[in-house]
Structures are given as structure tokens and as C-alpha cells.
């Protein structure tokens, strides 16, 4: 079988790919603006046959749903064929393999997502990453339709977008675990702790808090912490720690006037030149240009659109 490779998406913008009666709408955020949740990308596609993502790892949750024909899923030693009413999830760094079915391919949607909330809530949906799949008649075809229509339809690359993209997002997910939360098992303390810790960095993170006092406040070890990290998150919290407050930070980059040494201060670093060693280590570029480079494509849009 010919392996054929997704092309990208284009941030901040949307890709129309159409080959004879195959087609691929899609439209991936420039930057994810919150925390909590937020849509990665999301569109539509209608592949051509035999049509093949991976084997491949993604970096987010991502929700396929089979809009009509068919294809095959294949996730460890698990493959199962999967036809329209079906729906499908990808976990982040799990390694994934599907394509379209050679005589009557797939059409489905998508929507990729990120943030504090998703692992909590995708947990509390029929979705497992044994049975990572629903089949049809479990939640009505309509609801899921209407879900992912609304997420495509507020697209956006500004605040205001991120926004409305991720509230359309809580009202689609709230749908899978409306028809299905109740068949999951139980969280486990693992996970329970990595939640506790979430909500903790989450509130906490402009202060100088370490990972002895994440464990602390969890109570359980640092060691015990850096395990049920490694389980659920695949990194450390010393890891998650330092980029939820680089994210922080490139929000006041891009939103405030601040100096570098303050908003430094203001999400947790004491040390300025620590604060930028980390933000070169995560964003491959300082602090003074990242704000620079957002200035100068921030006007560039503003141009754009006075000229349109």
C-alpha cells in the first residue's frame, strides 16, 4: 500500500487542498492563547483511497468523526475498520496508524485540542485508550455534526476567535460525555494527583513555587509526582512547570508594554537571565524578539486588512 503523507496545515490561515473528488479543509491556530482548553486545529477532508496518516505520534488530543465511508484504525495490536457515524480519538503520543478504505474512502472531521481540562474531560467521555473509538448509535450523529460545524464556522487566529473556538469545543465534548461519561472506570490516584497539581501550577505559577512544593500541596513525593507526570503528561512537572509559564509569558510579550525583567517576575522566575535561557530553550528565540517579531506581524495584519 502507498503510504501518503498529510500535508500541513498552514497556521493561522486555512488550506483548500481538492484532488478529482477527494478534498481537505483545514485550518490550524497560530498560537494556542489559553490554557484551560483550546483548539488546535480543526476541517474537513475527503480522502482519496487507501489514504494514510502515520504510523505517527501527534502532540494533542485529536477527535475524527466519519461523515461516510470507511477506513481502518490501527493503534498498538489493536486495528479495527471504522464507517461513517463512527468516531475516533488520537492521544497524545500514542502512536497511530489509519487510512482510507480502498473502494469507498472516508469523509470525516476534526478537531485538535490541547490545554489543563482536556485529559480530565476526555477521561470522563466513553473514549479509552484501550476502545479509543465510539461506534455509531452511542451519541446522536447530529449533535457531533453540529459541534464540529461550530468550531470550524468562529475560526479564528485572534483572542476573540480562540475564544469562541474553545467554548464551541467545551459544548462538543460536554455532548461525548453526556452519552457516554458514565462507562468509563474510575480515575486512578495517579491521575487524581496530576489534576490536583494542574489546578495547583495553574493558580500558583507567578509565584516561585517549585516542584517540592507541587508535591507538597498534592501530598505525595517529588519522585511519586515525577512518575504520574511521566504516565499521563509523557514529561516531567519541572517540565510543565516551566512551559505553562513561558505561555504565560508570551501572552504578556505580545499583549503589554512590560519590560522583560518584569513579566519575568510576573510568571515565576526570580532570575531574568534564567527566565530567558528557558525562553530560548522552548521558542528558539529571546524574549526582546519574540515581542519583536509579534509587533512586526501584528502590524503586517493590521496593513493587510486596511487594504482589503
Sequence with gaps: MAVKKCPGEIQGTERRRTVADSYKHSYK??????????VYNVGYQKCEPEYQWGPGVRDHYCIHYILSGSGYYTVGKMSRR??????????PGVEVQ????????WEYGWAGFMGADAASIIRNTAFTKDTPYILKGKI??????????????????????????AG????????????????????????????????????NYSYPVTVEDVAAYVGISRSHLFRSFQAYMGKS?????????????????????????????????????????????QKGTSPSEYRKDRKTQQSFTKDSLSNY
Design 29 to 38: 491556530v497560530g498560537e494556542n492563547l489559553l490554557n484551560s482548553l483550546s
Design 82 to 91: 471504522l464507517s461513517q457515524g463512527d468516531a475516533f480519538i488520537l492521544y
Design 98 to 105: 489509519y487510512h482510507a478504505d480502498k473502494e469507498e474512502p
Design 140 to 165: 446522536p450523529e447530529e449533535e457531533i455534526r453540529n459541534g464540529l460545524e461550530q468550531i470550524y464556522h468562529v475560526k479564528g487566529n485572534t483572542y476573540e476567535a480562540a475564544v469562541a473556538m
Design 168 to 203: 464551541a469545543l467545551y459544548s462538543l465534548l460536554s455532548v461525548f460525555m453526556h452519552y457516554g461519561g458514565g462507562e468509563n472506570p474510575e480515575k486512578d490516584l495517579q491521575t487524581i494527583y496530576v489534576e490536583k497539581a494542574e489546578k495547583y501550577i495553574e493558580t
Design 237 to 281: 512537572p519541572k517540565e510543565y512547570l516551566s512551559e505553562y509559564r513561558i505561555k504565560q509569558a508570551c501572552h504578556l510579550l505580545k499583549e503589554t508594554d512590560l519590560s522583560v525583567s518584569a513579566i519575568a517576575y510576573s510568571v515565576g522566575f526570580e532570575n531574568n537571565l534564567y527566565f530567558s535561557k528557558a525562553f530560548k530553550k
